[in-house]
């Protein structure tokens, strides 16, 4: 059976001296791999039509029980350049990329999921360079899966007065409960929560880039956004750092 899906790389790897074997993230089918034949010979019909962090109209041969299938056809519907020039945008991307392949199941299509991934592509390629787009991103992907971080008042009392933030209890708690259940906590500071519940307000990324942090201020939210990745989606801290650290 032939199916049509609409694609985008996560990972491409050389195969056999000829062929490529792509893990993509999919609209229809999730996250699926095919191996291209003859993807590195001059001239072959797929050259130009795949790429990471492009979309691509992918038709391949879906035999039942099988994991790895095979590609039949690829063609490019939305190239992003700008992550072939801006280095700093493109980890971005590779961030969001890693997001979204930890968080995807294999044969578990998720439109408002790939939507989703897509939109942040695209904005990724305007405001990836901006140190406060990834924070950002966080927020709006952890609110898709349903973890939106509570940061207006205390999640066990409601207080919200003397606020931390605790990634295990999945936002912010006050002093007195903090103490009391014996909970690690990292220090909010009121000027934070207030920038992270903007960000977390905001739409879009535009207004958030242009939001002036002082060091402190980063490295704080850095710190609150790190611990709670790690903590509900498992994520290896590792993509975070790179991508930072670039920006
Ligand atoms: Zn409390």
Redesign the pocket.
């Known amino acids: 059976m032939i199916i049509k899906a609409t694609a985008i790389p996560i990972a491409i790897f050389p195969y056999s001296s000829t062929s490529h074997i792509v893990h993509w993230l999919t609209r229809q089918n999730g996250k699926i791999s095919t191996i291209i034949k003859g993807a590195t010979r001059p001239k072959n019909r797929f050259l130009g039509e795949y790429e990471l962090f492009s979309t691509t109209e992918l038709l391949f041969f879906a035999t039942p029980n099988k994991t790895l299938f095979t590609a039949k056809e690829c063609s490019m519907l939305q190239s992003r350049n700008a992550f072939r020039t801006n280095w700093r945008a493109m980890q971005s991307a590779s961030y969001i990329t890693a997001l979204f392949s930890k968080t995807t199941p294999e044969d578990a299509p998720h439109p408002e999921l790939f939507s989703l991934y897509e939109e942040l592509l695209d904005l990724a390629e305007n405001h990836g360079q901006a140190p406060q787009f990834i924070p950002w991103a966080e927020l709006h992907f952890s609110e898709a899966h349903g973890h939106a971080p509570n940061l207006g008042n ?1 999640v ?4 919200r007065h003397d606020l931390r933030f605790c990634a295990s209890q999945g936002g912010v ?2 002093g ?2 903090s103490k009391a259940r014996k909970l690690p906590a990292l220090g909010s500071p009121p000027d934070v929560l207030a920038i992270l519940r903007a960000w977390q307000q905001s739409s879009t990324p535009a207004p958030v880039i242009n939001t002036a942090l002082t060091a402190k201020q980063r490295t704080e939210i850095n710190a609150i956004l790190s611990t709670f990745m790690h903590t509900h989606f498992n994520l290896n801290p590792h993509h975070r750092t790179a991508a930072l650290h670039a920006a």
């Open positions: 205390c066990l009392c409601s207080t708690v006050c007195s409960c």
